[in-house]
């Protein structure tokens, strides 16, 4: 099991331009969330799913877009990237139904510039 | 409102001295999971203990313990003989009603352990 992955694990934009941050998970987990992460504010919830077709705003949702088509992935975009979108994101996944670990597992991280 | 508050910014120790790292949540369900994750300077989040509500035991793993307590609405990480491969970023979460799809987070104690 590779877990969850994203990519990629660098990028560096240009204001006003858009982009995909990919993740994948192959854990059959039901829930997958994004999170940014910034210094000294912890991670924050951006959006979440708890399964195909279904979506949800997190804490911080403004300027991204969210969709989960598949159980497997839950692409973030950036519409218009912004220097204040510059951060660490990290997609996550839990629960499948019937399982005894329900812990979040995060994939490794997208370092995202915004210039 | 939910919340997770871990009011140490920073710790350094030296090599084999016992630290503890606070934490303090706030919630108003009382079906809810604690969490630590560990992220070292490679930067993954690395799961390291789930907590349930109902569970008030403390837990000890090799030389990490966990002290959780309702009453004070803490749940308290200590490391024992701490080592220079302690040293990360150590971050304590809240998932309300289980929903491990929507984590709060603390917004990290780091962890410096010298030689």
């Known amino acids: 099991n590779a877990g969850v992955t994203q990519t990629p694990k660098f990028q560096v934009l240009k204001t006003g331009q858009s982009m995909t941050l990919q993740c994948a998970q192959d854990m059959n987990h039901e829930y997958m969330s994004w999170y940014r992460q910034d210094p000294g504010m912890g991670l924050r919830l951006i959006h979440y799913s708890v399964g195909a077709g279904i979506t949800d705003q997190g804490e911080v949702p403004n300027g991204y877009n969210v969709s989960r088509s598949t159980t497997e992935d839950f692409p973030l975009r950036l519409l218009s990237a912004a220097p204040s979108q510059t951060s660490v994101y990290f997609c996550?996944?839990?629960?499948?139904?019937?399982?005894?670990?329900?812990?979040?597992?995060f994939g490794q991280g997208t370092r995202l510039t915004v210039v | 409102a939910q919340k997770v508050t871990q009011a140490q910014t920073e710790i350094s120790v030296v090599e084999k001295e016992d630290v503890t790292l606070d934490c303090v949540y706030e919630?108003?369900?009382?079906?809810?999971?604690l969490f630590w994750y560990k992220q070292p300077p490679s930067g993954e989040l690395v799961f390291l203990i789930r907590r349930n509500s109902f569970d008030e035991q403390n837990e000890i793993s090799g030389r990490y313990s966990w002290n959780f307590q309702k009453s004070t609405s803490s749940f308290n990480f200590t490391i024992t003989a701490s080592q220079v491969v302690d040293s990360a970023v150590y971050f304590c979460?809240?998932?309300?009603?289980?929903?491990?799809?929507?984590?709060?987070f603390g917004t990290g104690t780091r962890l410096q352990v010298f030689p």
């Open positions: 996550a996944s839990s629960y499948s139904p019937g399982a005894r670990n329900t812990e979040a597992f």
């Open positions: 919630t108003r369900d009382t079906t809810y999971y």
């Open positions: 979460a809240l998932s309300e009603n289980y929903n491990t799809d929507k984590l709060i």
